[in-house]
């Protein structure tokens, strides 16, 4: 069994540059910790992708590989760089003033990652008043590993909203909750991100998600509850008894 264009399903992974054998990538954090790659800010989770679709891309040729697998199998990938991250192009490297960088300039080394002219580039080399930043991808030119385990296949509306719920909000999945009945669904925010940065824009990608690929449904609602921490409960006052007099 093969999975059809728009498939959405689920995977473990972990990449590695073939050549040097280099960890930049996966969904485990029990392999983040292993390979000295461990955030702690990053939800490690399976990857939701959707099979020769932009919403939840991966590389070409992971997701070329992928279209040919089944739930349940493992595999090795090999991503070759014009399916990966495109070959190495020597006009992106570029010379400038070190001065340019204002003042980042004292704070940055050779391997960093910086932004400039709103472009982001690593610097390749310091020195003589210059800075070389390279504008290629990172792993631009190399072969690309994936180490992947596929998962499951979200097929029921049901799945398919968990799944994306899960992949767009920032929350551990606990926290996740939504109401699914005939053609409409009720998702609730949870508290923690309700100031968050960025919540409309979320909410505006997991409806376009939602429709897209459970297109039976015909409304997403968005519940959300605002607790006003400044009240607090008032416990019933207790009055003090006067002080008994004593017989004269």
Partial sequence: MTFDKGSLILVDYTAKVKDSEEVFDTTLEEDAKKYSIHEQNVKYQPKLVSIGEVSYPVLKGLDEALAKTA?????????????????????????????????????????????????????????????????????????????????????????????ILKNRLPVEDSKISFDLKDKEVSITIPEEILRADGLQIMKH???????????????????ETHVNKQTKEKKPETKEKAPEQKAA
Wanted: charged residues 30%; without cysteine; glycine residues 10%.
């Fill in 71 to 163: 739930v349940g199998d493992k595999l090795t990938v090999e991503v070759t760089p014009e399916k990966g991250f495109g070959e190495r192009d020597s006009g992106k490297v570029r010379m400038i003033p070190i001065r340019k960088l204002g003042e980042d300039a004292e704070k940055v080394s050779v391997g960093d990652t910086i932004e400039v002219d709103n472009k982001r580039g690593i610097i390749r080399f310091i020195g003589s008043g210059r800075v070389q930043i390279d504008y290629n991808h990172r792993y631009a030119g190399k072969t690309i590993l994936f180490d992947v385990n596929v998962l499951k296949s979200l097929d029921a509306p049901n799945d398919k909203v968990d799944g």
């Fill in 205 to 223: 990608f997991i409806q376009l998600d939602i429709f897209k690929f459970v297109p039976t449904l015909e409304k997403v609602n968005f519940v």
